[in-house]
């Protein structure tokens, strides 16, 4: 069974950094075609995808954000790891990790429940 | 804004039938494939259909998906209210700077 988990800090002040940690279990990102991104959800509003990271760590970003955020992974410890500095208000959001599968196209096919980030001072 | 154009909302009455589009461009929905993921109230996104139309084990067949030039569609029969949810297309977009691109996000009410 797979499975993903985010965990991270409820609370940033603004210009923090954030550090959010992606466990998953069922799957390992040393497999060939495995990969893992990163998606956001402010309060109310739409989904918007962060970053990716692929079992060869080759590594996709948003175009918008692409200056503030750093994926990285440990497949020891089965972690996704994303940074985004110079955290703002309007950061804010619920953060989940999906495994990405692949079969013609790719797809998201496994969600965490989300962790819930609130920037504020 | 969103690079993926849905309708902001839907309603029909229970039994009925509603389709939600996602319409893109050329390099995204045009050149990729699309999935489409459901989000109920309060729980994480999802998915419903994968490869423009394939539904993955346990989606009933009332979820049905196609695709058509740079335009999707995400369908759904024998409206039930337990399908009141969000619903968002995704696909990757293969421009200049890869990435990843939803859709606005469409509420769908069963009347």
């Known amino acids: 069974q797979v499975t993903l988990k985010e965990s991270g800090p409820a609370l940033v002040k603004p210009t923090q950094t954030l550090t959010l940690t992606c466990t998953f279990s069922?799957?390992?990102?040393?497999?060939?075609?495995?990969?893992v991104s990163w998606i956001r959800q402010p309060p109310g509003k739409a989904l918007e995808w962060l970053a990716r990271?692929?079992?060869?760590?080759?590594?996709f970003y948003s175009t918008s954000l692409k200056t503030r955020l750093t994926i990285s992974k440990d497949t020891s410890k089965n972690q996704v790891v994303l940074t985004m500095t110079n955290m703002d208000p309007v950061d804010t959001a619920t953060y989940y990790c999906?495994?990405?599968?692949?079969?013609?196209?790719?797809?998201?096919?496994?969600w965490g429940q989300g962790t819930m980030v609130t920037v504020s001072s | 804004q969103s690079v993926l154009t849905q309708p902001p909302s839907v309603s029909a009455a229970p039994g009925q039938k509603v389709t939600i589009s996602c319409s893109g461009s050329?390099?995204?929905?045009?050149?990729?494939?699309v999935s489409w993921y459901q989000q109920l109230p309060g729980t994480a996104p999802k998915l419903l259909i994968y490869?423009?139309?394939k539904r993955p084990s346990g989606i009933p067949d009332r979820f049905s998906g196609s695709k058509s030039g740079t335009s999707a569609t995400l369908g759904i029969t024998g409206l039930q209210t337990g399908d009141e949810a969000d619903y968002y297309c995704?696909?990757?977009?293969?421009?200049?700077?890869?990435?990843?691109?939803f859709g606005g996000g469409t509420k769908l009410t069963v009347l």
């Open positions: 999906a495994r990405m599968a692949s079969s013609s196209g790719w797809y998201m096919d496994i």
């Open positions: 069922g799957f390992s990102l040393s497999t060939r075609g495995m990969r």
């Open positions: 990271i692929d079992w060869d760590d080759d590594k």
């Open positions: 050329t390099s995204n929905i045009g050149n990729n494939y």
């Open positions: 490869d423009n139309n």
């Open positions: 995704g696909t990757w977009d293969s421009s200049l700077t890869a990435h990843w691109v």
